[in-house]
């Protein structure tokens, strides 16, 4: 079974300051996801990485993938009220298997 | 393109009772998957399709849970003999077949609580 763990699992910062959140696996994933997600609602993609050390940016936002496909960061620079939400990771194994299987999320609240 | 559509948003229901959702998935997106979020955890996978066909199911889709998607485009997800734990947010997303990544799009959820 594949676990991916997430933390921190809240997050409260005021505006302007930076934060990275870490979603950390013993196992390989073919790809990695990052969602967002409201109250009441389904995860929104932000962004899909699938390349060992690939690097994302979002305009503020910068996603990377691990060496070995295994663990994943966002880094959030320059945090706004309108960042709050939940941050979800989610990893798919590949080889024929195409659920996700995803992190607990980390609650992100920005301060103003 | 409207995006996943979920249909009921909220659905309160008694214990012993049968609900079914409908799921319809963005257009010409031919996988469909359905997955659970309990408060606090991450969504879990509960079955996938390929157009008709049911290719993946999680273990915690239980006998009294049942998903079909009859001509590749909508799904129902029923449950019956609803229990105190079924509550929870009920998620489907969709995909489309081919290329080097599998991006899953999400609907907004029916939450269903069980009384």
């Known amino acids: 079974t594949q676990l991916l763990e997430q933390s921190p699992q809240f997050l409260s910062i005021q505006e302007g300051e930076n934060l990275t959140v870490y979603c950390n696996s013993s196992?390989?994933?073919?790809?990695l996801q990052w969602y967002r997600q409201e109250p009441g609602e389904g995860p929104v993609l932000l962004v899909t990485?699938?390349?060992?050390?690939e690097v994302k940016k979002l305009k503020r936002l910068t996603f990377q993938f691990g060496d070995a496909r295994k663990d994943s960061s966002l880094h959030i620079t320059a945090a706004q009220p309108g960042d709050t939400g939940l941050y979800l990771c989610?990893?798919?194994?590949?080889?024929?298997?195409?659920?996700?299987?995803f992190g607990k999320g980390t609650k992100l609240s920005v301060i103003p | 393109d409207t995006g996943v559509s979920q249909d009921p948003r909220h659905k309160i229901t008694k214990r012993g009772q049968n609900v079914t959702f409908r799921c319809d998935p963005i257009?010409?997106?031919?996988?469909l998957y359905w997955y659970r979020q309990t408060l606090g955890q991450g969504p879990e996978f509960l079955t996938y399709?390929?157009?008709?066909?049911?290719?993946?199911k999680s273990r915690l889709l239980s006998d009294r849970f049942s998903a079909e998607r009859p001509k590749g485009s909508f799904s129902t997800l029923e449950i019956q003999r609803t229990e105190q734990g079924d509550s929870a947010m009920y998620l489907c997303?969709?995909?489309?077949?081919?290329?080097?990544?599998?991006?899953?799009?999400f609907g907004a959820g029916t939450r269903l609580s069980v009384l």
């Open positions: 997303a969709s995909s489309q077949a081919g290329g080097p990544k599998n991006i899953q799009y």
């Open positions: 196992s390989v994933f073919s790809s």
């Open positions: 990485v699938v390349t060992g050390g």
């Open positions: 989610a990893g798919e194994a590949g080889a024929g298997s195409y659920q996700l299987t």
């Open positions: 257009s010409e997106h031919n996988r």
């Open positions: 399709f390929q157009n008709e066909a049911q290719l993946e």
